[in-house]
Antibody, heavy 119, light 110 residues
């Protein structure tokens, strides 16, 4: 079965950096685009970024453009999110998510990794 | 990119049908057949219920159905059950090559 396991979350000071990882299994990772989606405490879902199956194209929400970088290692079945210049409003649970393959829907989600930006 | 517009809450009695709307623009919902719907119970990750406007993933009850007219997509839950009480979000691909979510709808089973 599909499994997505995030790691790397924690508490970081404003202006700091953090890298999230997502270990994927149960499907052919190199065939699917992948997303990061976040959810601030008590708030709704916010799409963050998407990377195509082969890493050739990457797309970002305006709120993180220039600060966050998505990448993937298809040989290790792992997705990454490098987060720099973190702000208090980046505090959220970050979900790694698999694209459905047909048009930017998400069919599987990880359990989420909490990132807290606070001094 | 502004969030798609959903009603804050919808309620119904067991056995009834309810419909949740998701309104966007011609640059997202109206321009592509890439609308999805997700169910999220408290403290849990979202679950895909509908993708590409009206397709149901394997394992999702046929009580859930999706449709679209113009810039508004809809999720209908028929035969409402207690376990359907959750938050529901729509999403759509956009002309900027991004994904946008709705603001979410809390479904209450009376």
């Amino acid at each position: 079965q599909v499994q997505l396991v995030e790691s790397g979350g924690g508490v970081v000071q404003p202006g700091g950096s953090l890298r999230l990882s997502c270990a994927a299994s149960g499907f052919t990772f190199s065939n699917y685009g992948m997303h990061w989606v976040r959810q601030a405490p008590g708030k709704g879902l916010e799409w963050v970024t998407f990377i195509r199956y082969d890493g050739s194209n990457k797309y970002y929400a305006d709120s993180v453009k220039g600060r966050f970088t998505i990448s993937r290692d298809n040989s290790e079945n792992t997705l990454y999110l490098q987060m720099n210049s973190l702000r208090a409003d980046d505090t959220a649970v970050y979900y790694c998510a698999k694209d459905v393959g047909s048009g930017w829907g998400i069919d599987y989600w990880g359990q989420g990794s909490l990132v807290t930006v606070s001094s | 990119q502004s969030a798609l517009t959903q009603p804050a809450s919808v309620s119904g009695s067991p056995g009834q049908s309810i419909t949740i709307s998701c309104t966007g623009t011609s640059s997202d919902v109206g321009g592509y057949n890439y609308v999805s719907w997700y169910q999220q119970h408290p403290g849990k990750a979202p679950k895909l219920m509908i993708y590409d406007v009206s397709n149901r993933p394997s394992g999702v009850s046929n009580r859930f159905s999706g449709s679209k007219s113009g810039n508004t997509a809809s999720l209908t839950i028929s035969g409402l059950q207690a376990e359907d009480e959750a938050d529901y979000y729509c999403s759509s691909y956009t002309s900027s090559s991004t994904l946008v979510f709705g603001n979410g709808t809390k479904v209450t089973v009376l």
